[in-house]
């Protein structure tokens, strides 16, 4: 069973996206944040979620049944009923993605209970800020 948790964060003042997600599996934990450009903070948590399943299919780990744990309601919700008014095109990429999986289950958590994944966007923004490392 995989445990995923996913996250994004955007700073407006400096145009500033990130996203980030926590994949535990096996007793392992693997943690990735990465830089877009994206000015709509709903679009970059959906991306987070597909960067995340690509990363778990890439990997040959999605005959595995996967928890999907995101603070964003807006994409456990549209999980939950295969649609979205404005993110349609993302979500369904993210549906066609859950298909190679056996099965799956998306959990809205409280930002509280996200800290990995939500530490993971903040620690890169800092870095991209102090250091201009995208």
């Known amino acids: 069973m995989i ?5 994004a964060g955007l700073n407006t003042n400096l145009n500033l996206g990130v996203v980030a997600f926590v994949i535990k599996r096996d ?5 990735e944040a990465i830089h877009q450009d994206n000015t709509d903070n709903h679009y970059l948590e959906f991306l987070a979620l597909k960067l995340a399943l690509q990363k778990i299919i890439n ?12 603070d964003s309601q807006i994409v456990i919700d ?15 990429d993210i549906l066609k993605q859950l ?3 056996p099965t799956y289950f998306a ?13 993971l ?3 890169k923004m ?9």
């Open 27 to 31: 007793e392992k934990t693997y943690k």
């Open 78 to 92: 549209s999980i939950d009923k295969n649609y979205s008014k404005h993110y349609q095109p993302i979500l369904d």
């Open 107 to 119: 959990k809205h958590i409280a930002d509280k209970d996200n800290g990995a994944a939500h530490a």
């Open 3 to 7: 445990k995923l948790y996913t996250d």
């Open 59 to 70: 990997e040959q780990w999605n005959n595995e049944i996967v928890l999907i744990h995101s």
């Open 99 to 101: 298909e190679q999986f």
């Open 126 to 134: 800092l870095n991209i800020r102090t250091h201009g490392d995208k």
């Open 121 to 123: 966007v903040h620690q």
